[in-house]
């Protein structure tokens, strides 16, 4: 069992920076990889970036790629997502999950998450 908690979400400019963070609570934390999912209202669940629980690997999802930096702190059980050049399309409420048991895109896939953190870009 995993609890995760997002937060550092908020309202931004478009062009602005927000960092959000995943704290983790559970022994198996550094086992597991980690993603960050977004949901903007009407829609589904959608894959942000990925990061890899052994040799910290990371993908990302086209359209935040080059913008946004995912990293995470095993010692200190947190993820984090570092986002910049934000747009008004990347608003949404922002999901860090951990446990993949399928692909790494699939919002299915994933088998713990947190309660989600809003982040909102004005234009």
């Known amino acids: 069992q995993v609890l995760l908690s997002e937060s550092g979400g908020g309202l931004v400019q478009a062009g602005g920076s927000l960092s959000l963070s995943c704290a983790a609570h559970?022994?198996?934390?550094?086992?597991?990889?980690v993603a960050w999912f977004r949901q903007a209202p009407g829609k589904g669940r959608e894959f942000v970036a990925v990061?890899?629980?052994?040799?910290?690997?990371?993908k990302y999802a086209e359209s935040t790629k080059g913008r946004f930096t995912i990293a995470r702190n095993n010692a200190e059980n947190t993820a984090s997502l570092q986002m910049s050049s934000l747009k008004p399309e990347d608003t949404a409420v922002y999901y860090c999950?951990?446990?993949?048991?399928?692909?790494?895109?699939?919002?299915?896939?994933?088998?713990?998450w947190g309660q989600g953190t809003q982040v909102t870009v004005s234009s």
């Open positions: 999950a951990v446990y993949s048991t399928g692909r790494y895109d699939y919002a299915e896939s994933w088998r713990y």
């Open positions: 559970g022994q198996m934390f550094s086992s597991y990889s």
């Open positions: 990061i890899n629980w052994n040799d910290f690997g990371t």
